[in-house]
């Protein structure tokens, strides 16, 4: 039966000729070697396509001692993270400190105990076995904390542990929503409803990337994006309204009886990350609301913005007046549905 361990290489550096056939019999049967007799050697075979997981590195050798050859080792970005074991007959505190010094990770003495090389280096092993899955376990968490949160946010969790709640101002916010998504759940299957809506979703997140814009979240059939919040954006309002413009002619099969409805509007926002079980970066405030609101108002094709908004990017887009709309706080305004761009 072949073990896991056999399929380690442990590299040993050593110039006399008995040591490493001593190394070799200890090492025969648990992990495969390779020898080097010098250090210009050592360091050839380490940098190989097939890398060393060990070194066993002898200090006293002719020309490159040991302390030397560890240097080259790991100011090699290829070869640094190999974990390199001292074999020497020193037996001074300063040698000792000079091996750790250049980076090795342990000091075996001569003459050597085979029990005691062996137990050093399945140790070593071991512990460069666990260090790899807790860097794989850290990348994968870091790779759902970027998918679950903007870039910046995620960085910052990351480097303080949480994200300092602020104002920002100029923000453009974009609400998208889908018409008959309701009563398209309800006539069919669960995987059908999940997957045609993860497809639109997808299409959306590409859009919103590609106008410079950032994905807040969805809610349920609705899609919010912000411009301007995270990272700096040129021209936000326009940014957000020619991302609605896309996300509103996007292809839908007309056989689901979907239809894209897209709001906009612009102002300060809250942001921050609530929940600690789960984190949700939100934004809240005025500007939010009645982005939502417009959403509700527009119609296919066309992205609804409030009269304000609609004066601020006129001289590049066309729009018709959909009416005017009851807003809680604010009374009657009036409604533009911005159609395509003028040519």
């Not at 590299?11 to 490493?20: A, E, F, G, M, S």
């Not at 097939?50 to 050859?69: A, C, T």
């Not at 001289?315 to 009036?334: R, W, Y």
């Amino acid at each position: 039966m072949t073990r896991a361990s056999d399929n380690k290489l442990v590299l040993i550096v050593d110039d006399t000729p008995t040591n490493v056939g001593v190394i070799s019999g200890v090492l025969k049967g648990a992990y495969r070697t390779k020898v080097a007799t010098n250090g210009e050697k050592a360091l050839v075979l380490a940098s190989a396509a097939e890398k060393p997981d060990l070194i066993l590195l002898d200090v006293m050798m002719p020309g490159m001692d040991g302390y030397e050859v560890c240097r080259r080792l790991k100011a090699n970005p290829v070869t640094r993270e190999i974990p390199v074991i001292f074999l020497t007959a020193k037996t001074d505190a300063l040698d000792e400190e000079n091996g750790f010094e250049v980076g090795a990770v342990d000091y075996i003495h001569k003459p050597f105990s085979g029990p005691i090389v062996l137990a050093r280096v399945k140790t070593q092993l071991a512990l460069q076995d666990a260090l790899a899955q807790a860097r794989e376990a850290q990348n994968q968490a870091d790779e759902l904390l970027h998918a679950l949160l903007p870039k910046k946010a995620a960085d910052e969790i990351r480097s303080i542990g949480t994200v300092i709640p602020r104002r920002y101002e100029n923000v453009a916010v974009l609400f998208c929503d889908v018409t008959n998504f309701t009563s398209y759940c309800d006539k069919h299957e669960p995987e059908d409803v999940v997957s045609r809506l993860d497809a639109l979703f997808v299409i959306f997140e590409r859009v919103t990337a590609r106008h410079g814009l950032e994905k807040i979240k969805t809610i349920g059939d609705g899609f919010m994006a912000a411009g301007g919040l995270l990272h700096q954006v040129d021209d936000p309002i326009g940014s957000a309204v020619r991302c609605g413009l896309e996300m509103a002619s996007t292809l839908i099969d007309a056989r689901l009886g979907w239809e894209v409805r897209v709001g906009v509007h612009a102002g300060p926002v809250v942001a921050g990350v609530v929940g600690q079980e789960r984190y949700q970066f939100d934004i809240w405030g005025d500007t939010v609301n009645v982005a939502s609101r417009m959403s509700d108002q527009s119609k296919p094709g066309y992205v609804a913005v409030t009269k304000d908004v609609w004066e601020q990017v006129s001289s590049s887009f066309q729009a018709e007046n959909l009416g005017d709309m009851e807003v809680k706080g604010k009374g009657t305004i009036a409604v533009f549905g911005i159609g395509p761009q003028k040519t």
